[in-house]
């Protein structure tokens, strides 16, 4: 009898802790927006950051978007042999890309990256005191740390994305038109009578959400690192940092569901 | 309490989740002077500083700071109170992207219109006071810890706070480094008139700097009084402490014993 | 804060500071004296700081930096009316010297 009690009791504490953590993200997430109507407001930050999400991600995005796009072209080509439309390979490739894969790629390979960077810079802050600092300075640390990493984001995500996309279209035409043996003028023909604004559009939207996401997950677990065990060691950190990609991570592939159901 | 006394602390009770750290402390701080806070590890002292500079919520017993009841702050009041104090937290906690000199101007950026060059000055002065002249352009990571301590506490000082907290002063600085940091402890609450505020454990500093000392055990005062009277105690805990014996060995041989000589 | 500046003798101007002179105030001071020192800026200054009722750190940082740009071009600067803790304050921050401030005469060389 005493097990039973003992097990209601522990599952009443758990849920009344993951309430707890959630109401905590919320109050976060409020305060992080809150931080775009008051001081300190750098705007150097704000560049140095861009740099740091965006620039730095070029790369990594670029190679992405580069074998996706090839990828796309083999597989697309394959498919739409067996109906013979060949022809097509220009409007799936594009609109597969600017519609899906692009936003949702580009944000989860800038999530593991930078997201994941961040979430450790805020962590080892936390662990050394440093955020309570901030605080005791009278410095709101979200507006300090967080809100310029959103503002960068929303900014440096969206470019990024259209960056995949042009790769990533520009894979698919080599791969299909100079490999395979796609009719060029097809290719590029399918391409301009199936993308649409809204195609582009939602792209745009898709990866505005993603940084949210991104941002809001990321900083949110490096600035609570070792806050619930009460101790604040690299391990705290590491943690942090795993959960953050994976958190991070998932909530985009949701809100990728999400978005495109309300856009379609 | 005296009626000269900044901050009030009336039968303050602290937890950790259900764990009680805390028991009922009365504490007066009386305006400047140097009140030192110490006792063993684990005693609660750290808990009781993070009270005092507003990081953690009284959830029983109340706190008054020039007469106005702590617990009742808004964000506007916690914020004016946190501009008159500095805290130098135990690592220095410095921001590590910075050189020690915009880690020293960053209060001075957020609060005031002050020109550049003003703050610039500001802060090689209080460098100097710490012995770190030369060093302005230096990252934390390139000095060592005694040296990040002593920027911390350039950095505690750049706003000229009414009250200084300091968590550990001595923790990782060599005796002649320590010495030089106490001195000039004193020598701001003679200069300035400012309230210090240590925690430490360290009994020479402690008696050396103290106009007031507070002996905390297990979460309780254990006695309170100016150095002589604490020297003149006879409550064997606090003359334990002083005189730095370790504990009565009480361990249970037997369990002890059995535990080496069990088959494994 | 009030600055008011007279002229006392050739070339010779003193500036009375009445209030505060802190990191409030600080700002509004530097912009007037900069302001004076502009144009035919005198060939000395005094700074009479009998008025002042209370400064802080970053009134002796504007000292210092008034120091700097009067040096650089010959010119002398003088405080006076020093009292007791505002000497302290320029003792603390190890400006004794630079000042010429000592503790038995109040005013500086």
């Known amino acids: 009898m005493t097990q039973m009690i003992q097990l209601i009791q522990s599952l009443g504490a758990r849920a009344l802790d993951e309430l707890g953590d959630l109401g905590r993200l919320g109050l976060f997430f409020h305060y992080m927006l809150r931080g775009l109507f008051r001081p300190p407001g750098k705007f150097l930050f704000v560049v140095k950051q861009v740099w740091f999400i965006g620039t730095k991600s070029l790369f990594v995005v670029g190679f992405t978007g580069a074998f996706t796009g090839m990828v796309l072209g083999l597989q697309g080509y394959y498919t739409l042999s067996k109906f013979g439309s060949e022809g097509m390979l220009g409007s799936a490739v594009a609109l597969s890309i600017i519609r899906e894969l692009g936003p949702v790629l580009t944000a989860l390979m800038v999530t593991g990256r930078a997201g994941s960077a961040m979430c450790a810079e805020l962590g080892i802050m936390r662990i050394d005191e440093q955020i309570d600092a901030l605080e005791c300075m009278a410095i709101d640390p979200h507006a300090y740390l967080v809100t310029p990493r959103l503002i960068a984001s929303l900014m440096a995500l969206p470019l990024l994305t259209a960056f995949f996309d042009v790769t990533g279209i520009y894979s698919g035409y080599v791969i299909g038109v100079q490999l395979l043996g796609v009719n060029e003028g097809s290719y590029i023909e399918g391409m301009y009578k199936s993308v649409e604004w809204a195609d582009v559009y939602m792209g745009i939207v898709k990866s505005l959400c993603f940084s949210v996401i991104m941002i809001w997950i990321s900083t949110y677990k490096g600035f609570f690192a070792g806050v619930d065990e009460g101790n604040f060691g690299p391990e705290q950190v590491s943690r942090a940092t795993t959960d953050a990609v994976v958190v991070s991570s998932i909530g985009i592939l949701v809100g990728n569901y999400m978005v495109t159901s309300l856009l379609l | 309490m005296a009626a000269d006394d900044i901050i009030e602390i009336r039968g303050l009770t602290s937890f950790y989740g259900r764990r009680k750290v805390l028991h009922d402390i009365r504490l007066g701080i009386p305006r400047n002077g140097v009140t030192v806070i110490m006792g063993r590890s684990g005693c609660g002292k750290t808990t009781l500083l993070r009270h005092l500079i507003g990081l953690k919520q009284t959830s029983r017993g109340q706190l008054f700071v020039d007469g106005q009841d702590f617990g009742a702050f808004g964000e506007d009041a916690l914020k004016r109170y946190r501009r008159r104090i500095g805290v130098l937290f135990q690592s220095g906690a410095l921001f590590n992207s910075m050189t020690l000199r915009e880690n020293i101007s960053v209060p001075l950026g957020v609060h005031t219109k002050l020109a550049d060059e003003t703050i610039r000055i500001m802060a090689l002065i209080k460098l100097h006071l710490v012995g770190l002249s030369g060093f302005d352009n230096y990252m934390p990571s390139q000095l060592s810890g005694g040296m990040r301590k002593r920027a911390g506490l350039a950095r505690a000082l750049a706003m000229d706070p009414e009250i200084l907290f300091v968590d550990e002063p001595s923790s990782g600085l060599d005796p002649i480094t ?72 009480e361990t249970d041989h037997s369990s002890y014993l059995e535990g080496l000589l069990r088959a494994g | ?18 209030g505060n002179l802190d990191m409030d105030t600080v ?17 000395s200054l005094e700074v009479d700081f009998s008025s002042i009722a209370s400064m802080d750190t970053s009134a002796v940082a504007m000292m210092v930096e008034l120091l700097r740009i009067l040096s650089a071009t010959g010119r002398r600067l003088r405080l006076t009316g020093l009292r007791e803790d505002q000497q302290r304050l320029f003792s603390l921050a190890r400006l004794n010297q630079a000042f010429g401030i000592n503790h038995d005469t109040r005013e500086s060389s």
């Open chain 3, 1 to 18: 804060m009030k600055l008011s500046v007279e002229k006392s003798g050739v070339g010779q101007a003193l500036v009375r500071i009445v």
């Open chain 3, 27 to 43: 700002p509004e001071a530097r912009k007037q004296l900069f302001r004076l020192l502009g144009a035919r800026g005198p060939s």
């Open chain 2, 178 to 249: 320590a010495a030089g940091l106490d001195r000039l402890l004193v020598e701001l609450k003679e200069t300035l008139g400012m309230t210090i505020i240590v925690v430490t454990h360290e009994l020479e500093s402690a008696f050396l700097i103290a106009d007031q000392l507070a002996v905390l055990d297990e979460g309780r005062v254990l006695a309170l009084g100016s150095p002589d009277e604490i020297r003149a105690s006879t409550d064997p805990k606090v003359v334990q402490f002083l005189r730095r014996e370790a504990d009565q060995e």
